[in-house]
């Protein structure tokens, strides 16, 4: 069977029956899941905790722009070589820890620390209603709503990068182009998370149909990039109405 999902993580996994002698299971991704989100957590928390308020520029180029593509780079790896999936796997957990570290430690810093606590906790509610509402069949994942979540991601994409050339020339000092920015970051929240629909209804597909053991490792880091965008998303939301009632 050959199956490709939506999450790029997914997208270019091949013919996996009769692969291994062990299939994956819902236990071993829901606990590789768990191995990856706390490296991350860890990586983050440890160097947000250390990060002087004057951090170096060498320190913002790693963190802000050699990190993520390092993150990136390991998650094209991870799906292109499955039996190596669980070190690209970990390395991508440790790059995406140094960039939330960084990120959240400035969102702190300007708003206050409960904004990050704010923004766990609203990203793992989410998480929960999400897999609620994709266990029980009220949400069901079908090829149309597939098409429609990959529509609407590269409908945000375009927008993203039109909002990021209009910024460059001082967008964002216009009330419209805040406005457009709250428009996109709600967007977001929502498109980011829908996909979590995508990504359980993936598990669950090459679970069912008997993939290898291996494949645990590529089916959490799907789920670990679409929780840490989630959450990425959510910060922002909540730094926007922060913002609004100062």
Do not use: Q
């Amino acid at each position: 069977m050959r199956f490709r999902g939506s999450n790029p993580v997914y997208s270019r996994m091949g013919d996996f029956s009769g692969s291994s002698d062990i299939s994956a299971s819902y236990g071993g991704v829901a606990s590789k899941t768990g191995i990856l989100l706390g490296i991350t957590a860890i990586v983050a928390l440890y160097f947000g905790s250390t990060l002087d308020v004057e951090v170096s520029f060498m320190t913002v180029i790693t963190t802000i722009i050699i990190a993520p593509i390092i993150a990136i780079i390991s998650v094209i790896l991870a799906h292109k070589n499955t039996e190596m999936a669980w070190i690209f796997s970990l390395v991508y957990a440790t790059c995406e820890g140094l960039f939330l570290g960084f990120v959240s430690s400035l969102f702190a810093w300007y708003y206050g620390g409960d904004i990050i606590l704010m923004a766990l906790l609203a990203t793992f509610g989410v998480l929960s209603g999400m897999l609620f509402l994709y266990s029980t069949g009220i949400i069901r994942v079908g090829n149309y709503f597939r098409r429609f979540m990959f529509s609407a991601l590269i409908g945000l994409i375009f927008a993203s990068l039109i909002f990021f050339i209009l910024a460059m020339f001082g967008a964002m000092d216009t009330t419209a182009g805040y406005s457009l920015y709250i428009v996109i970051v709600l967007v977001s929240v929502v498109i980011s998370s829908l996909y979590l629909l995508v990504d359980f209804d993936n598990v669950t597909r090459l679970v069912d149909n008997g993939a290898g053991k291996e494949y645990e490792w590529t089916l959490a880091l799907g789920l670990v990039v679409t929780i840490v965008w989630l959450y990425i998303e959510l910060l922002r939301l909540i730094a926007i109405i922060y913002g609004r009632k100062k």
